[in-house]
């Protein structure tokens, strides 16, 4: 007999808002069929590895998704609904370690709640933990009627990298890094600057996204120095990086010329101030019109609008070649790529 095929099921992938159209091409490269699309996230139908889907770099999470055709959360505890319920949790705990269940909705406290994560702990011996579990079960109501229950498939966002050993305040998402390092375009023989590399975020992003000329990091403070080095060495790239510290402004790289300069500009909030800031943001642009090789792309993120735009307009070094305004914990920064004016 031919081996059986396996199931095509339906998945969530959830994406920080504004990188829905990067991760939209992430998945069609590797030929996973896209349903729909929300603002923070694709619906898709995947009858491979979940592997394949677990590996997306854009994706901050991964839940297998059940549609209900019934009126209210309650109807969920009925015979039909919640054996499928109880089967996808069952699967996903075999997957993987989860310490316990929990439920994010609209009403996840309710009693209605409790007693079906009592019911499901029973069911798949998943042990109901509403404050800590981290085997996470959204409810929300469907975009056809009824409801849709997404189960994550991870203990952890995907988002939380494995690499990641050492954190700083104001630290960068990776999925947002890759977003920008896929927005300047990652050739082999590229010669990349990150400026206030901090704890090294798009570094090991970037060198995970395949072979560059040259990849170079620099910070003027000494722990962040050391925190980017202590990632890079968990990723395995620590011998392909040359952090260097120094201020970003006067960078002494002599001859340099990057085809790539990134960087994640302080906010004034949790890193820097709102002063230092006006003569950082003109700054950097300065600085990355020195360092920069005549066809460079210069791709940086901010949440300084006003005053970042003030300063575009007052210079003319660089141009603004796409503008993605997109979600980091709660904020709206946008991501610029900039070119040779």
Same mark, same amino acid.
């Given at each position: 007999?031919?081996?059986?095929?396996?199931p095509?099921?339906?998945?969530?992938?959830e994406?920080?808002? #504004?990188?829905?159209?990067?991760?939209?091409? %992430?998945?069609?490269?590797?030929?996973?069929?896209?349903?729909?699309?929300?603002?923070?996230?694709?619906?898709?139908? @995947?009858? #491979?590895?979940?592997?394949?889907?677990?590996?997306?770099?854009? =994706?901050?999470?991964?839940y297998?998704?059940?549609?209900?055709?019934?009126?209210?959360? /309650?109807?969920?505890?009925?015979? +039909?609904?919640?054996?499928?319920?109880?089967?996808?949790?069952?699967? *996903?705990?075999? =997957?993987?370690?989860?310490r316990? &269940?929990?439920?994010?909705?609209?009403?996840?406290?309710? $009693?209605?709640?409790?007693?079906?994560?009592?019911?499901?702990?029973?069911?798949?011996?998943?042990?109901?933990?509403?404050?800590?579990?981290?085997?996470?079960?959204?409810?929300? /109501?469907?975009?056809?009627? #009824?409801?849709?229950? !997404?189960?994550?498939?991870? $203990?952890?966002? !995907?988002? =939380?990298?494995p @690499?990641?050993?050492?954190?700083? $305040?104001?630290?960068?998402?990776?999925?947002?890094?890759?977003?920008?390092?896929?927005?300047?375009?990652?050739?082999?023989?590229?010669?990349?600057?990150?400026?206030?590399?901090?704890?090294?975020?798009?570094?090991? %992003?970037?060198?995970?996204?395949?072979?560059?000329?040259?990849?170079?990091?620099?910070?003027?403070?000494?722990?962040?120095?050391?925190?980017? =080095?202590?990632?890079?060495?968990?990723a395995?790239?620590?011998?392909?990086?040359?952090? !260097?510290?120094?201020?970003?402004? *006067?960078?002494? &790289?002599?001859?340099?010329?990057?085809?790539?300069?990134t960087?994640? &500009?302080? @906010?004034?909030?949790?890193?820097?101030?709102?002063a230092?800031?006006? %003569?950082?943001?003109?700054?950097?642009?300065?600085? +990355?019109?020195?360092?920069?090789? $005549?066809?460079?792309?210069?791709?940086?993120?901010?949440?300084?609008l006003? &005053?970042?735009?003030?300063?575009?307009?007052?210079q003319?070094?660089?141009?603004?070649?796409?503008?993605?305004?997109?979600?980091?914990?709660g904020?709206?920064?946008?991501?610029?790529?900039?070119?040779?004016?």
């Open positions: 007999m031919p081996p059986t095929r396996p095509t099921r339906e998945y969530e992938i994406v920080a808002e #504004g990188l829905v159209p990067l991760a939209r091409r %992430e998945l069609t490269d590797v030929g996973v069929r896209v349903l729909g699309e929300r603002p923070d996230g694709l619906r898709v139908a @995947w009858a #491979g590895p979940l592997e394949r889907l677990l590996s997306l770099r854009l =994706a901050a999470a991964v297998r998704r059940l549609d209900f055709a019934v009126p209210r959360p /309650k109807a969920l505890l009925g015979d +039909a609904s919640f054996r499928l319920l109880a089967e996808a949790v069952a699967a *996903t705990a075999q =997957a993987a370690d989860f316990g &269940l929990r439920f994010a909705a609209a009403g996840a406290d309710s $009693p209605v709640f409790a007693r079906l994560g009592r019911a499901l702990a029973e069911a798949t011996g998943v042990s109901f933990d509403p404050e800590d579990g981290d085997l996470l079960v959204r409810v929300r /109501k469907s975009e056809e009627g #009824g409801w849709a229950v !997404l189960v994550r498939l991870t $203990p952890r966002p !995907l988002s =939380a990298r @690499w990641r050993v050492c954190n700083r $305040p104001g630290g960068l998402n990776a999925t947002l890094a890759v977003a920008m390092n896929r927005v300047a375009g990652s050739l082999p023989g590229d010669r990349y600057l990150n400026l206030m590399c901090g704890s090294g975020t798009l570094l090991v %992003e970037r060198f995970l996204d395949g072979p560059a000329g040259e990849l170079v990091g620099v910070d003027q403070e000494a722990d962040a120095i050391a925190c980017a =080095a202590a990632n890079l060495a968990a395995g790239a620590g011998g392909a990086c040359t952090l !260097l510290r120094a201020d970003a402004l *006067t960078a002494p &790289l002599a001859g340099a010329a990057f085809d790539v300069i960087a994640d &500009l302080p @906010w004034g909030d949790a890193v820097g101030t709102h230092r800031n006006r %003569e950082l943001h003109p700054g950097v642009l300065v600085a +990355a019109d020195r360092l920069a090789a $005549p066809d460079a792309r210069l791709v940086l993120l901010t949440h300084e006003r &005053l970042f735009r003030s300063v575009l307009t007052g003319r070094a660089w141009r603004v070649a796409r503008d993605l305004r997109v979600s980091h914990g904020h709206f920064p946008h991501l610029y790529l900039l070119r040779r004016a």
